[in-house]
């Protein structure tokens, strides 16, 4: 799972103290203190780096941090936060996805490989948004050229002077009419690039990106796509040729660059489920490489350079955030060359009852508002009582207790049979103001969290 903001304000992080940074993270994620303070010094240590003298940023290393509780509690979101909130590169991967060098797999360094993929998108949306209005100005220009028929030449004794002055009149007036909306029913045909995706076999031992660049230096006309005609609405056809003005403005390899000094600089690479390539058993079986992913993603972690077809990547200065449950294994069961790249651990604490009110009501995308909102879309006024909430928090921490601990995901399930009648019948309800209180909730839920059973296959 890939996440990045379009635009950049190269201030906004620059700003905010370690206690800002945690008070943002507050909006979004209730509880773990201590894990947001952690996040919030290593991100304020990457600013501070900026500041050094070069050769002396160029021996800070980031410290990179190892989250370590039960699942549902906040490690990944925490993450995702702090990378919207740096607007930095970031990347979330599973590294129980990875398989050893020789084995069938995605290899560790396509972790990189990915991370540079989406700076480069990061890169181009803002130097689109730079370049916006001169190919929208272009675009038009193309636009009218369709919608006009072609000048004829002067017939002789004709002034061509006056022709002239009477078709930039003519296109004058269109521009208007384009402007106003005026034209959007009308249509125009234009030649598009249709992407072409050739069916070739990988061989064995090279990597997806080594292929791609070696067959795209072979044959370059091969990944172009033809050229096809198509018919469509002008506005749709504005946004096309806008788009197509655009690639023309921008310097790729100025982009190719940026990207992949943003990345050297500002990456972030969250590594979740570690834990589960934390078995250091030597026997045969389907696990038989979870040591051997350790190892590959050790140098990634410790500082090395990985190929991409953006250029060389240096790894030296990504900050690397890992998180595992580690119910099974213990952080001490990794190899000790990796234990030692994660120097900074922070334990996060199981959600109480208290903690899923919290998650109920306050953060900005709290589950209670998202139902009121996605309900008020069809004229439904939903409210949730004060008593309500509290028996929704008490019957999940109840489940949480009797079958297996999913922390706060475990709202999502209870709110969804809590909800399902007024979700069903929601378009064909007379009243329209529907309130729920706790009589509501122990009518929907009490007797399927009593059943251990069924909660174990309903909630």
Known sequence: MAIFLPERTASAIDTLTPRQIVAE????????????RAVAIAIRNRIRRQRLPSDMAEEVTPKNILMIGPTGVGKTEIARRLARLAQSPFIKVEASKFTEVGYVGRDVESMVRDLVELAVDMVRAEKGEEVKDKAHAAAEERMLDLLLPPSRPPMPGEDPTGRDQTGSGTRERMREQLRDGRLDERTVELDVQTPVMPSFEIIAGSSVEEVDVNLKDMMPGLFQGRMKKRRMKVPEALDHLSQDEEQKL????????????????????????????????????PDVSREGVQRDILPIVEGTTVNTKYGMVRTDHILFVAAGAFHVSKPSDLIPELQGRFPIRVELESLTEADFVRILTEPKNALVKQYVALLGTEGITLRFETGAIQRIAQLATQVNENTENIGARRLHTVLEKLLDEISFEGPDLAEKSVTIDGAYVDRMLTDIVKNDDLSRYIL
């Open 250 to 285: 921008i310097d790729m390899e100025s982009v190719a660059r940026t990207a992949v000094e943003r990345v050297e600089q500002a990456g972030i690479i969250f590594i979740d489920e570690i834990d589960k390539i934390a078995g250091r058993e030597g026997g045969q079986g």
């Open 25 to 36: 993270l507050d909006k979004h994620v209730v509880g773990q203190a201590n894990a947001k």
